[in-house]
């Protein structure tokens, strides 16, 4: 999985959200080192939508234009319930050599 889709399965997990809010939560959890544009998020939710991980929750009009909220599925949620212990797994291994890294080199910062 892409980081680009962990992370706007991981904003939707929290609650339904429109595109723009699903754009503001990624920034933000990302201290803003990643932002989405508009063109290539609303491509990765029809992609994900296309294969099930996510689905359209609701649709509202705001300001004479269509807001469509987005829900994890159970699929989705599955999805990144695996890519998380994935990415824990090697977090665990690049810590754990960076620490051997250090202990070989007198504890000095590589």
């Known amino acids: 999985m892409n980081e680009p889709t ?5 904003a939707l997990a929290g609650e339904p959200r429109h595109g723009y809010a ?3 939560d990624v920034e933000g959890m990302t201290s803003g080192r990643v932002r989405l544009r508009a063109g ?20 509202e ?6 807001r469509r909220y987005y829900r994890l599925t159970g699929a ?6 695996a890519e998380t ?6 977090a665990t291994i690049a810590e754990g050599r960076l620490r051997a890294r250090r202990a070989d080199f007198g504890g000095a910062p590589a």
């Open 40 to 59: 290539t998020l609303y491509a990765a939710l029809d992609r994900l939508r296309g294969e099930g991980l996510i689905e359209v929750d609701r649709e």
């Open 22 to 24: 699903v754009i503001e």
């Open 6 to 10: 962990f992370l706007i399965l991981t």
């Open 85 to 90: 212990v994935r990415l824990r797994e090697q």
């Open 61 to 66: 009009v705001v300001q004479s234009r269509l």
């Open 76 to 81: 989705g949620e599955q999805s990144l319930a």
